[in-house]
Nanobody, 115 residues
């Protein structure tokens, strides 16, 4: 069974930055497109950004210019650098394949943006 472990969340003031990490115990990790998703309280889970196995990236409009997704295939890790954070970025953040796969959800990491 694949294990997905997200980390790096926390409490940050508006305008601050966080770097999320996600380690995946998948032998074929480098072959999969990966995505970061988020779910705010009372809302549906949504895509934040995605990255192909070779590093091509896409971003939702709210993430463009502020967030950067990257990956290190040697470490089976995908990252999300988040800058200029806003209160509306408060959510639990998850990584998964892109498109998402049912068996790939981890526990997520909570990001709270508040003064």
């Amino acid at each position: 069974q694949v294990q997905v472990v997200e980390s790096g969340g926390g409490l940050v003031q508006p305008g601050g930055s966080l770097r999320l990490s996600c380690v995946v115990s998948e032998i074929f990790f480098r072959l999969y497109d990966m995505g970061w998703y988020r779910q705010a309280a009372g809302k549906q889970r949504e895509l934040v950004a995605s990255i192909t196995g070779s590093g091509t990236t896409t971003y939702e409009d709210f993430a463009k210019g502020r967030f950067t997704i990257s990956r290190d295939n040697a470490k089976n890790t995908v990252y999300l650098q988040m800058n200029s954070l806003k209160p509306e970025d408060t959510a639990a953040y998850y990584c998964n394949q892109y498109p998402w796969s049912t068996g790939y959800w981890g526990q997520g990491t909570q990001v709270t943006v508040s003064s």
